[in-house]
Each structure stands twice: as C-alpha cells, then as structure tokens.
C-alpha cells in the first residue's frame, strides 16, 4: 500500500479517474520518495465563491505537470499535490473534502498517514474558501507556501520566497477578474520573482464550475496543459486566449445591438469570406465552421469577441 494512504476511498465524481492515474499508482509503492522525479514547482489553489468555481494552476521544470498536481470538483475544493508527490493526495483528499472535512483537517489526515509526508507538498481549498497549505521538512530549498482568503500558494525548489509572495498577491491584487484570468497571472508574477530555480518546462490551468463548462453538460470549464515548453506559461496564457474565444462567456448586457452601420459590416465581412445570402443564415454558417456557436443568439445583437474574430479574419 503507498505511503500509508487507503487506497479503497471512494474517489467519487473528480477532474480525473483513478484508472487514469494508475501508470503512476502502480509505480508509487515500489519507489521511496528519493527514488521519484520531484515535481518541482509552484502553485496556486484557489476559489471565487461568487462565481462557484474553484480551480489550481502551477509550472514546473517537469514534464507533463498538469497530469499529477492539478485536482478540483465544483462545490466540494481544490488541490495540488507537488514535491515528491503523492498523486493519492488529490483523489482521496477531494473524498475528505466532499465528506465536510475543512481544508486544514484534509492536510493534517492526508499528511498524518503518509509515511513520506516530510517530502511531500499540498495545498487545499475547501468548499467555503478556507485554506491550508503544507510542505514537508524535507522539501528542497527554496520551499514554502502560504494562504490567503480563498487560496493557498506553495513552491519548491524556488529562486526565492519572493515567487510564491507573487502568487499570493497577485491573487489578492486581481479581485473581481474571471478566476482563470487570475491564475494564469499568479504564474506570469511568479515567475518574474523568481520561478523554478531549475527553469521552466511545463504548465497547466484546471477550473471547474457546476454544469459550466461545454454545454453546460460539464463542470470542467476549462483545463489546458502545456506539456512542453522553453515558455510554458506564455503558451498557456495563448492557448487560454484561443479557449476563451470558443468557450467563454460574455454577459448579455455587453452585446452590441446590430444597427444598420453593423449589419452592413457584417455582410461585407461575411461575404469576404464566402458566405452569402440572408444574414443569418450567413453568420450561423461562419460561426459554426469557427466553433463560435455558443456565442450566438440570432443576429440582432452579437457578443463582441464574435464580432472580433470576424474583423480579425477578414
């Protein structure tokens, strides 16, 4: 049995199922914590109760990073698992989670029975917002974490404690930003300060919103991961870029009424393009073969992200 940790829990409804964690289960009880690649890194878990969502980014100088340390369920927390990590820390600690544990009692019960825990490294966001950090005594210079009203950041083998600083304020400092936004520039702060001391090589982003994502038929509202990179976190910000345009939101009262002067833009644009005929049937057609479709309600207003991506493409 690895580190101590049940492996029986129930892993319940997570970002990821146990089966496609298992090359890295089947591995764990072989390996003593200094036989296993560290997953060097900072993070950040946080939370906009507002908005319902919770969410965790982080970059390391490692690969894949994205497929180990990110954890989140809507409505119940968030969690990276880093250092020497133990991957059993996210689905059995988002199972405490969901059972009412508080993010400070998840860190104690999942540290308390892992005989590895002086190398291991986690932060909690708990379903109110409360939140808890954790690194071992034997986590590698530069590391540390520290919390916040609805985060918890948390790094090893840092440049300095000035990096993970940056994730807390810059967190702080974004109130009121879509949380996605948030974390993507906790990372870009972090890594000015100071970074991985090891370098950089890969990133991802995880946020999850009951019902929030594609359709409404997911909770995953966006999870990107850039597996390798000379700059994994400007990659991210662009793939972001790319996501928001297809699967983000904009409120209804920030559409633009299609008057005269627009629908003849529209046209002109349209027909550039190869779509003719009645406007609606023009744009519904440009807009589906763009995957822009969610951002569509008929044509007598239009969401400006749609309207930019016409003018940028013609």
């Known amino acids: 049995m690895a580190e101590g940790i049940n492996p029986t829990v129930s892993t319940g409804h997570f970002r990821r199922t146990s089966e496609s964690i298992s090359h890295v289960l089947r591995t764990a009880p072989q390996a003593s914590p200094r036989d296993r690649p560290v997953v060097a890194t900072y993070s950040i878990v946080a939370c906009d109760l507002e908005a319902e969502q919770w969410g965790v980014s982080v970059q390391s100088k490692f690969l894949s990073v994205g497929s180990v340390v990110p954890w989140a369920e809507p409505h119940v927390g968030a969690i990276a698992t880093q250092a020497y990590a133990n991957p059993r820390y996210g689905p059995n600690g988002l199972e405490l989670l969901r059972q009412g544990l508080s993010a400070e009692e998840v860190v104690d019960r999942l540290t308390s029975e892992d005989d590895g825990r002086d190398h291991r490294q986690l932060g909690v966001v708990d379903r109110q917002g409360g939140a808890a950090t954790y690194t071992g005594t034997e986590c590698m210079d530069w590391a540390g974490g520290r919390t916040g009203d609805g985060y918890a950041a948390q790094g090893n083998i840092l440049v300095n404690k000035e990096t993970v600083d940056a994730l807390a304020e810059t967190f702080e400092a974004t109130a009121g930003q879509p949380l996605a936004v948030r974390l993507i520039d906790c990372l870009a702060a972090a890594q000015e300060a100071g970074g991985d001391s090891r370098g950089q090589q890969s990133s991802a982003l995880l946020v999850v919103e009951r019902d929030g994502g594609y359709a409404r038929m997911s909770d995953t509202v966006v999870e ?19 996501h928001d345009e297809i699967f983000g939101k904009t409120p209804r009262r920030l559409w633009l009424d299609v008057d005269e002067a627009l629908t003849t833009e529209l046209r002109e644009r349209l027909g550039k393009l190869g779509y003719e005929g009645e ?11 763009e995957n822009l479709e969610e951002r569509v309600d008929g044509v007598e207003q239009i969401d400006p992200v749609v309207l930019e991506a016409l003018r940028s493409r013609t």
Do not use: C, M, N, Q
Not at 225 to 238: A, G
Not at 279 to 287: I, M, N, R, V
């Open 224 to 242: 990107l991961r850039v597996e390798d990179h000379e700059r994994p976190i400007e990659e991210l910000r662009r793939i972001y870029t790319l």
């Open 279 to 289: 406007l609606e049937d023009a744009f519904t057609s440009w807009t589906g073969k």
